[in-house]
């Protein structure tokens, strides 16, 4: 009797420069996928045949795709198109961030951009790579915001995916908390403005505290106005999670933010994640992230992806 060759699971990782890909494939690798960066597309449909017969690569093959990839990213959207038409587990992951903070890591790592040899501005390499992966940007089933991450957190955020995706089937929804003066999320799907509930920070024994303190907590949900949202959220929640599900989008990016991202989104997320959970139960994986609490502490180091 003839095994059926065994469809390996692909995962496309893309996006811009000094977003942190480096570190995803390093992350990926460790975690058992067969890597390869910047592999031509065009040999992408033949690599898929191989790996169907291929025990090294178990099933778990990742590739890294940039602005340097041969053939261009076009001939990736292509090469990604067809292997969904032919039935392969295709996923494709987006790596952003903020232009001040790519301009930032640039300067530190002190490495050309990729696109350097068109422009010696980098401003202006950013803005035509950001141009030339609109079209694979649009076939991401997650986009990951690395401009207020840690090497570790992006490590943790990826640990955590693929250990879902090891799992049955599941959309993952993701509560983060932000400060809008630190700007909103970008990976955001959707996005609510706490900024009118009483602030914490005004009240003198809670100004130092965070939103995952039990004052600072009470204090929040305490008011009629943050429990009145909480119950149309809740509803509008329930309703929208398992539609989005059925549509078989893997991730769901709820931001929450007030003014600093300490105290009333902390706070608010962290409840809204309890209470989803009670209502919800196995059928959806929530989860928090508080995207400002490296900025909790005024002594906190500073973080950032090369």
């Given amino acids: 009797m003839v095994k059926a060759a065994k469809t390996p699971h692909c995962v496309f990782v893309t996006g811009m420069s000094g977003a942190g890909k480096s570190q995803a494939l390093h992350a990926f ?5 067969y890597v390869i960066d910047n592999l031509p597309s065009v040999l992408i449909p033949d690599l898929l045949k191989v790996a169907q017969d291929a025990p090294l690569l178990s099933g778990r093959l990742c590739l890294g ?15 990604i198109s067809r292997l969904q038409a032919l039935g392969t587990q295709v996923e494709v992951i987006f790596f ?6 790519l301009l930032k890591r640039f300067s530190t790592a002190r490495r050309p951009h990729p696109l350097a040899a068109e422009s010696d501005d ?9 141009e030339r992966l609109a079209d694979i940007r649009g076939l991401a089933g997650i986009c990951v915001d690395t401009t207020s991450l840690s090497v570790h957190e992006l490590r943790h955020l990826l640990v955590e ?5 090891d799992r049955p089937l599941k959309m993952r929804t993701r509560l983060v908390s932000f400060g809008f003066k630190y700007g909103v999320p970008v990976d955001a799907d959707l996005v609510f403005d706490l900024r009118f509930l009483p ?4 009240v003198n024994h809670l100004k130092d505290g965070t939103g995952l303190d039990i004052e600072v907590a009470n204090f929040v949900m305490s008011q009629a106005p943050a429990l009145r949202l909480m119950e149309d959220l809740t509803r509008l929640l329930t309703w929208l999670l398992p539609a989005y599900a059925r549509e078989g989008k893997p991730r769901l990016t709820v931001a929450i933010g007030c003014t600093g991202g300490r105290h009333r989104s902390v706070a608010f997320c962290e409840y809204l994640a309890n209470v989803m959970r009670n209502q919800l139960g196995d059928a959806q994986d929530i989860g928090v992230r508080h995207r400002e609490r490296e900025r909790w502490s005024d002594n906190a180091p500073l973080h950032g992806l090369v």
């Fill in 29 to 33: 690798e460790d975690l058992g996928y």
């Fill in 65 to 79: 795709v940039d602005v340097r990839s041969g053939g261009g990213v076009r001939a990736a959207v292509s090469a």
């Fill in 96 to 101: 952003e961030c903020d232009d001040n903070e």
């Fill in 122 to 130: 980098l401003l202006r390499c950013v803005a035509l790579e950001r």
């Fill in 161 to 165: 995916h693929i250990a879902a995706s």
């Fill in 199 to 202: 602030n914490p920070y005004f």
